[in-house]
């Protein structure tokens, strides 16, 4: 393997957790309020939105760790020939890719998994 890297490869592992994640919030949150009215507590839509959220939430899955893997490729890269990356900066971006994408896919996780016990309805 040759230590160059595609120039998108080391953006595509910083953003596309963070990005999934706005995503998921945006996404889910327009669900939920299809869900149900905010002031009357009826139903706005007469189909189920938790498995349309759902299913945002494995698409921001897929994302976050396609952002993952595309770091581990960048940090490899870097780091297999190093007079391709005389200033550090691509592995840098790889190292950054990782970590940020190990946190947001985190966040996506724990916004996945409270999903079942919280109701569009429920005032409460």
Request: hydrophobic share 60%.
């Amino acid at each position: 393997m040759s230590g160059r890297v595609h120039p998108a490869l080391p953006w595509i592992g910083v953003v596309a957790a963070p990005l999934a994640w706005v995503f998921q919030l945006i996404a889910g949150y327009a669900f939920q309020e299809a869900g149900c009215a905010p002031i009357s507590g009826v139903p706005v839509l007469d189909v189920d939105t938790e498995p349309w959220i759902g299913v945002v939430s494995i698409v921001a899955i897929v994302a976050a760790l396609v952002g993952m893997a595309a770091a581990a490729l960048t940090l490899r890269g870097a780091t297999v020939d190093p007079a391709t990356d005389p200033r550090g900066r691509i592995a840098f971006m790889g190292d950054a890719g990782l970590v940020v994408s190990l946190i947001f896919l985190a966040v996506i996780v724990f916004g996945t998994v409270a999903l079942p016990s919280l109701d569009a309805c429920d005032p409460t």
